[in-house]
């Protein structure tokens, strides 16, 4: 196949947006569509269909985002039509992204039945963490169910992984740094890797586990979570209180945007200064369980929306984090859909 006509169709759907981008030797076609208010079908059909029309004799095969693989989808995966029933039963554990992955793969299969599709998951990445790493201290009937950290953010502590790893050989030194990537964003997370593999991790069974978030809680004592259900809040009331009204949102009434908090945080809005304040500190905290976890550091990467774009932010933890001894601080863009793209080439070049 020409080089002209290896493209890869890459389609990122979370719980609000469609990404989709179409790479290769280059980038020609990329966009993001809001899906406030309407279905995905509606999305794929009426904003997807008509920009992707020029392009189908370029594309190869299309690659899709997946939140959460489980214990079992740990490598891309070919999506075969037998399989669409294993995914289906990993929609309850992340169904916000799970479902409208799904959703987007059929589409597909109905659309251009003969394309290759590959499944890329976001908790693959965090399949080589240790048993110490990945268990819970909990009875051993209820970790027989699969309760257990899993992970997320997996495509993109990858994609900074080996970006980083790139800049590390670049200036002529051997072998792999231990590195601490930081995925800050409207989901935030931790990974700590060593020889390029994850070692430990901040979220857990779902992605409200860890570091603060715009608008989800991150970690929080179970013993709480007991007690307001005893006050007579219902999971589903406690579930929405935690993933959509906690986080910087949560704690300063005003918003889970970063960039407006910094600004109301400037103009001396004091539950703003608390949001940053605890965000800051519970991410400093974070990358100090990482750091014991690998036994030192030699490089931390910001990413996401709000780790890749802030150099305050940069500032601020290259002086908190100065007892860390000589450690490179660095900024990596997020890039989901170009591992999502590199990580199919791979796979069904193998």
Not at 69 to 90: C, K, N, S, V
Not at 133 to 161: D, I, K
Not at 223 to 228: F, I, R, V
Request: proline share 6%; net charge neutral.
């Amino acid at each position: 196949m020409t080089a002209a006509a290896n493209l890869v169709l890459v389609l990122n759907v979370g719980s609000s947006s469609l990404k989709a981008a179409l790479i290769g030797p280059d980038r020609p076609w990329q966009g993001q569509h809001n899906l406030a208010g309407a279905p995905i079908e509606a999305a794929l059909e009426q904003w997807l269909a008509p920009q992707l029309q020029p392009w189908w004799p370029r594309i190869q095969l299309a690659g899709h985002r997946v939140v959460h693989g489980g214990a079992r989808f740990t490598a891309p995966t070919r999506i075969q039509p037998a399989l669409l029933q294993e995914l289906e039963g990993l929609v309850p554990l992340a169904p916000l992204h799970n479902g409208p992955a799904l959703a987007a793969i059929r589409w597909l299969l109905v659309t251009r039945p003969e394309l290759p599709q590959w499944a890329c998951f976001d908790t693959a990445f965090h399949a080589s963490l240790p048993p110490e790493a990945y268990t819970y201290a909990l009875p051993r009937a209820w970790r027989a169910q699969g309760l257990r950290r899993f992970g997320f953010h997996g495509l993109n502590h990858q994609h900074v992984a080996e970006t980083a790893a790139d800049r590390w050989r670049a200036t002529g030194r051997s072998g792999l740094p231990r590195l601490i990537s930081c995925h800050l964003g409207a989901g935030c997370s931790l990974a700590a890797i060593r020889e390029g593999r994850s070692i430990d991790t901040t979220m857990g069974f779902t992605p409200l586990e860890g570091l603060v978030m715009a608008s989800r809680s991150g970690s929080v004592d179970p013993g709480l979570l007991l007690e307001l259900l005893r006050q007579g809040l219902s999971p589903d009331q406690l579930h929405q209180s935690l993933s959509h009204e906690s986080g910087l949102r949560g704690l300063s009434g005003l918003s889970g945007d970063w960039q407006e908090l910094r600004r109301a945080a400037a103009a001396g809005h004091g539950d703003a200064q608390l949001a940053l304040a605890v965000f800051l500190h519970r991410l400093r905290a974070g990358i100090g369980a990482m750091a014991a976890s690998l036994g030192g550091v030699d490089q931390i990467a910001l990413s996401g929306g709000i780790g890749a774009h802030d150099p305050q932010l940069l500032e601020e933890l290259r002086v908190a984090l100065q007892w860390l001894g000589p450690c490179e601080l660095l900024q990596v863009a997020a890039d989901e859909e170009g591992m999502v793209a590199r990580q199919c080439l791979r796979a069904s070049a193998s």
